[in-house]
């Protein structure tokens, strides 16, 4: 098994079951072992919508990283999340990768570590929370020292 850190959030409907629902999936496959707090945000990147909740789960999981992208992608569906969602909209529900052990994987439809993570206020301190001394693969720095950067 393997560790991974998968970011969770919502900023559409009832954003507190949309995550309770998520995390109810998410453990027929992983082993969750911390999840940090929620915070509110204000969405970013030209998303749509309103305030999120967002948080970081930690967990060991045995799929491999393109059998876990499309679990993921199954728990959003089944949260409520459109399978041809247009980037940017709201969502009920975004689950993704962002660490998978110490690989760093650049496919088309697969990047890990995120490649965005670290410019993310709603990754990075949720992440601080729960991890604060995990080393990004690529760039060899803790969460924390990324987060005091």
Known sequence: MVKIYI????????????IVDALKYLQQYVFILKISSFIVTAP???????????????GKTAFRPQQ?????????????REVFHKKGDEREIDLDIVFYGTKVIK???LVIPHPRYSGRE????PLLEIAPYLID?????????????
Do not use: A, M, W
């Open 122 to 125: 709603f990754v990075l301190t």
């Open 7 to 18: 970011s969770i959030g919502s900023n559409k409907g009832d954003r507190q079951k949309h």
């Open 44 to 58: 970013v990147e030209n998303v749509k919508g309103g305030y999120f909740l967002n948080g970081v789960v930690e």
């Open 68 to 80: 876990l992208l499309s679990f993921l992608q199954q728990v959003e569906v089944n949260v409520g």
């Open 107 to 109: 496919r088309e439809n």
């Open 137 to 149: 693969p690529v760039t060899k720095c803790s969460i924390n020292k990324l987060r005091k950067e």
